[in-house]
């Protein structure tokens, strides 16, 4: 919302696990293509103008609701069904973080609740972050490709998370310092449920490498990484990888600069 996009990074793309972001989503009972129902919310119209023109293009996507700051995104959430919300983060009288938190924690929205996609100017920026660990599932940046921007709301409507492995590793180093302090000691009792190589998969998901970069870290299929990941998402009770990372983080399990605790 702050000025022109600087140049961007390496884009951001959705972690490998799930099925491919650039397919629409189908139906596997009758085999149809299903149709991603997305909420904007920005405070600049012309910027939800530009987003919904490039989406309601799209076959399996359309535009169900938009919203200028958090609060009437809430206010829509409760009477429009949404299953993606591309959420800028500075924004009047109720800003995207606490908005996402909201959504996330299930409290608005009703059973279900949409999956959030962040939108941000400038790369590492910490209200992304914050917005990340109340929740969201992934951030872009504003400049995005359309290209990138469609693969991103599909792969988040799929579960997957979009943040790129490398961005991880720059996002956490640079925000590490926001996160408690590792005291080391004994595995965090939220951890205690996952076996030991579970423990190890994550440790490697914090420090930002895909599915198949685990597997030939260590000598396991790539299949067998991704159920291992599906169980440590299922067992902490987390929506995605980027919630998985943050948690590593915040227990201590991963320390500023992706150094194992």
């Given at each position: 919302?702050?000025?022109?996009?600087?140049?961007?990074?390496?884009?951001?793309?959705?972690?490998?696990?799930?099925?491919?972001?650039?397919?629409?989503?189908?139906?596997?009972?009758?085999?149809?293509?299903?149709?991603?129902?997305?909420?904007?919310?920005?405070?600049?119209?012309?910027?939800?103008?530009?987003?919904?023109?490039?989406?309601?293009?799209?076959?399996?996507?359309?535009?169900?609701?938009?919203?200028?700051?958090?609060?009437?995104?809430?206010?829509?959430?409760?009477?429009?069904?949404?299953?993606?919300?591309?959420?800028?983060?500075?924004?009047?009288r109720l800003d995207g973080v606490e908005a996402t938190r909201r959504i996330c924690e299930g409290g608005e929205g009703g059973p279900g609740s949409p999956r959030v996609l962040i939108l941000t100017t400038f790369d590492l920026d910490e209200y992304a972050f914050s917005a990340l660990r109340a929740g969201a599932g992934g951030f872009l940046l504003k400049d995005v490709p359309p290209g990138e921007l469609l693969a991103a709301i599909r792969a988040v409507h799929s579960g997957d998370a979009v943040v790129a492995p490398s961005t991880t590793r720059r996002l956490l180093d640079r925000f590490a310092s926001l996160l408690p302090a590792a005291s080391g000691g004994p595995v965090p009792k939220e951890l205690e449920r996952l076996t030991d190589r579970e423990h190890e998969v994550l440790l490697l998901v914090a420090q930002g490498l895909s599915n198949g970069e685990i597997a030939r870290r260590l000598v396991l299929s790539e299949a067998t990484v991704k159920t291992h990941v599906g169980r440590i998402l299922t067992k902490l009770e987390l929506r995605d990888r980027v919630q998985a990372v943050v948690l590593a983080y915040e227990t201590g399990l991963v320390r500023a600069g992706g150094k194992g605790a």
């Open positions: 919302m702050n000025g022109p996009a600087r140049s961007a990074p390496p884009a951001a793309v959705p972690f490998t696990t799930g099925p491919s972001a650039a397919v629409p989503p189908h139906d596997t009972t009758s085999g149809e293509t299903m149709t991603v129902r997305v909420m904007l919310v920005d405070d600049q119209a012309l910027l939800r103008t530009g987003f919904r023109m490039v989406l309601d293009a799209q076959p399996d996507m359309e535009v169900v609701a938009e919203a200028g700051d958090g609060a009437e995104a809430l206010a829509k959430l409760r009477a429009t069904a949404v299953d993606v919300v591309l959420m800028d983060v500075r924004m009047p």
